[in-house]
């Protein structure tokens, strides 16, 4: 009984090892050291390109009508968007939906970002299709991506990594 019970802890501590393993990894896999350009199509029109934001911090955040965890945290990206000049968000949409679906969504979950259309089939570069929603990468005043967070994410934990 005893060997069992020392078995099982081995089997967790292995499995939890993988998995910050693999968090690292995944994280490691969006950090680049030239600065990232793309530019996607604007719910509403108009084209934006991550290059427009040279200078300040940019918040990309990839998301989803569907996705619970995404929704919650909208506000909250809101919040810092307005609250900092030199921070902008952008809210990608990572789902293949209607213009007008994305906007009768929005008129119960408003935000103060631009929200950029994704095509599914075909991601932008260098970071592709998001493995996990929501995933927020963070792009430093030079365009380099430096810092992701797999799932929620606060505005706290967002200015903590910029100030930190």
């Known amino acids: 009984m005893k060997k069992k019970v020392v078995m099982k802890k081995v089997l967790i ?10 968090a690292g990894a995944a994280q490691a896999e969006f950090e680049t050291d030239e600065p990232v350009d793309f530019s ?11 290059s ?9 955040n990839y ?13 909250e990206l809101s919040a810092l968007h307005e609250a900092h000049e030199d921070i902008v968000v ?5 789902e293949d939906v209607d213009d007008a679906d994305f906007n009768e969504f929005l ?10 259309k994704v095509d599914v089939y075909e991601p932008p570069q260098p970071f592709g299709a998001p493995k996990v929603l929501p995933t927020t990468i ?9 810092k992701a967070f797999l799932g929620p994410v606060t505005g706290e934990d967002i200015i903590d990594f910029i100030e930190g």
């Open 138 to 146: 963070i792009l430093d005043r030079e365009g380099r991506s430096v």
């Open 52 to 60: 427009d934001y040279r200078g300040k911090w940019v918040v990309v």
């Open 13 to 22: 501590k292995s499995i939890l090892l993988g998995l910050i393993l693999a």
């Open 107 to 116: 008129e119960d979950a408003p935000v103060s970002y631009p929200i950029l």
């Open 90 to 94: 952008l809210g990608l949409a990572f």
């Open 63 to 75: 998301w989803a009508t569907w996705c619970a965890p995404c929704v919650k945290e909208m506000p």
């Open 40 to 50: 996607l199509q604007q719910l509403g029109g108009g084209e934006v390109a991550l």
